[in-house]
């Protein structure tokens, strides 16, 4: 038995550990109110930020004040009662919380009259929390909560001295930049949220049906290696002529750093060369500063991490889901806070990680009797769990939490960990061989690559996974039909004589050529059952040019390359008798854009003859972090 320094079990459950905090998590809590519906007064009130722009907030009072607040800051309208958002707001002030709810810059009743997607977030955020202190109901104590964007909003908020406890959900920092860009949702997104000229009249939920043939059309990448810079922003910044383009980057970067909001937005409108900043273009920004930075970089921008990380002035209770489409940037998040923020903050922040999707269920494999795998998140449901936490960060008493709750997928029970990564995990490697087989013994006879093409006119379809979508469905699909298409191989062990138990990193070490200048390599992770199901677990994709993201290059035609592919992580207990299995392709569309493979040639989609290698000297092979001690050999 592998024991912590805490002297728990690394394998502990939740429900020995704190029994509580597994029943909040599991079954939808209201604690007792305090005060009866009636009683709770909604006032609406502009606030102005520092340049005069007044954002639409709603103020619910509970009887009795000052009291606490709790503060929620959204695009999607500040009564918004999907996932229970409006109803957690009554049930907080029913239980004597005051409660602001704000319609960002740009969305809803709020000033102005378009949206610039993220880029007065870090402004605004902290002049939220500001008004906040000079009311006479703030009783000294400022939380908040949300998902997503409302998530991603929490940081900037938590950098003014004042607030006190947060609760992002699905959203993260960066520090884990991604090679290729997420289309599907964001595409369709970009219509329908939020004020401006081009949006329509069509509810977020069935943005993606009713737009679904046009992003079916598109999603094509055929970037040059280093696009151009705007005329308008080398007149701006006239430095860039005699730069090389990577150091022009990183020169852009460190001013665009040091701005104040309003002249990054102006600075993305010359970069971009548009009206204002939507979704789909705020992406786009990447191709200005280089992949390396990750979009949700671009919402606290930075050049020193340890200057970031030490400005959060409230602990977070960080949420995500082992299906989020960007649960990557969280971990990496959890890990840099961990190293770099303020010491008191560091040792009080806190983690759950659920089986979940971006703001849905994730993991369906036994929700017959599992009902927290299905369960729609819901911010009512969870209104005992916040208020658990916020109660914990007043009283000084977070060290009773542990400190990473996890699901362990395939056990389907809550697990704890003194950290993440569980330090009590080895790392071990699965390699691909002949016949399509995948062994923990290295290759030690030569063999033939396998072979397959990618056409970008018919391109590897997605199938469940990390995808934000309402159209659909994410997470755990059956995805063994997917898997036998002629554009994918697939590499599957022995049965397993005992449980293996998969908690942590996963890194794909591929040895493959192309055809192609550019193209790209999808890597799936399955656990199959012994009735043939193949059910996701992870699926990652590389962009070939990015395979160093600090310096871009494109691919030698037939040259092999040994690719290290970040495919995130994972928990999941795969049983006896059940087998691994990876998969390799070139395309997850729509999730991700696809690739035109002409490394930004000028012409049409063009196919791309690809090989994976797996002898002695190519040993491509899947390094696992398992829990315990574990199985030696498949």
């Not at 947060?166 to 997420?182: A, D, E, H, K, W």
Request: hydrophobic letters at 40%; aromatic letters at 10%; charged letters at 20%.
């Amino acid at each position: 038995m592998i024991v912590n320094s805490a002297g728990r079990s690394a394998a502990q459950r939740l429900l020995e550990a704190e029994p509580e905090l597994e029943r909040l998590l599991n079954q939808p809590n209201l604690p007792a109110p305090q005060f009866p519906a009636a009683a709770i007064k909604c006032e609406t009130v502009r606030v102005a930020m520092r340049d005069g722009i007044k954002l639409a907030t709603d103020v619910y009072l509970p009887p009795k004040t000052p009291a606490p607040v709790v503060a929620v800051r959204t695009p999607v309208g500040r009564d918004w009662e999907a996932f229970g958002q409006a109803a957690a707001l009554v049930a907080l002030a029913r239980r004597g919380y005051v409660v602001v709810s704000q319609d960002v810059r740009g969305t809803g009743e709020s000033e102005p009259d378009c949206w610039d997607f993220f880029m007065f977030e870090q402004e605004d955020g902290y002049d939220c929390v500001q008004w906040i202190t000079e009311q006479p109901w703030y009783g000294g104590f400022i939380g908040s909560f949300g998902g997503s964007y409302l998530g991603q909003v929490q940081w900037p908020m938590a950098m003014h001295p004042a607030m006190s406890a947060i609760i992002p959900s699905m959203c993260s920092l960066g520090f884990s930049p991604n090679t290729v860009r997420s289309y599907m949702f964001l595409n369709t997104y970009n219509y329908v949220v939020g004020k401006g000229d081009n949006k329509v009249p069509i509810p977020i939920t069935e943005m993606e049906k009713t737009f679904e043939k046009e992003t079916m059309a598109g999603g094509y990448f055929n970037d040059p290696l280093h696009k151009s810079f705007s005329a308008a922003l080398l007149e701006r910044f006239p430095e860039l002529r005699s730069l090389p383009p990577l150091q022009a980057k990183r020169w852009l970067w460190e001013r665009y750093s040091a701005m104040t909001c309003a002249e990054r937005a102006e600075f993305a409108k010359l970069a971009l060369s548009a009206k204002n900043v939507t979704s789909v273009n705020f992406e786009s920004l990447l191709s200005v500063f280089g992949q390396h930075i990750s979009v949700a970089t671009l919402i606290c921008p930075h050049v020193h991490s340890p200057d970031l990380c030490q400005s959060f002035q409230a602990p977070p209770l960080i949420r995500t889901g082992w299906y989020d489409w960007h649960v990557n940037s969280t971990l990496a998040t959890w890990e840099t806070l961990r190293r770099e923020a303020k010491r008191e903050i560091a040792e009080r922040m806190r983690m759950i990680i659920s089986p979940q999707a971006h703001n849905m269920p994730g993991y369906y494999v036994d929700g017959h009797s599992h009902p927290e795998q299905v369960r729609m998140p819901s911010a009512l449901d969870q209104v005992g769990l916040m208020m658990r936490w916020y109660e914990a960060v007043k009283a000084g008493t977070t060290d009773s939490w542990p400190r990473v709750i996890y699901y362990l997928m395939g056990a389907n029970e809550w697990r704890v960990a003194s950290d993440w990564p569980v330090p009590e995990t080895r790392q071990v490697a699965f390699y691909l061989g002949s016949g399509g087989s995948m062994a923990m013994e290295p290759p030690r006879q030569p063999s033939q690559p396998d072979h397959y093409i990618y056409d970008p006119n018919d391109p590897t379809p997605t199938v469940g996974g990390s995808i934000v979508s309402f159209h659909y469905r994410p997470g755990s699909a059956d995805v063994s039909e997917v898997q036998g298409r002629a554009d994918v191989l697939t590499y599957t062990s022995a049965p397993l004589k005992q449980d293996l138990d998969v908690v942590g990193p996963l890194r794909m070490i591929l040895y493959a050529s192309s055809s192609a200048q550019d193209t790209d390599f999808a890597v799936r992770l399955s656990d199959v059952f012994p009735d043939g199901r193949a059910i996701s677990l992870r699926q990652t994709m590389l962009r070939a040019r990015y395979r160093d993201v600090t310096k871009p290059e494109l691919l030698e035609r037939g040259r092999v390359y040994r690719f290290e592919i970040d495919m995130w992580a994972t928990a999941n207990r795969f049983k006896t008798g059940h087998r691994l299995r990876i998969d390799i392709s070139s395309a997850d569309f729509p999730h991700y854009d696809r690739n035109s493979n002409r490394g930004g040639e000028s012409g049409d989609p063009i196919p791309a003859h690809q090989a994976v290698y797996h002898d002695p000297d190519h040993p491509s092979h899947l390094l696992v972090s398992i829990l315990s001690e574990g199985p030696r050999s498949a």
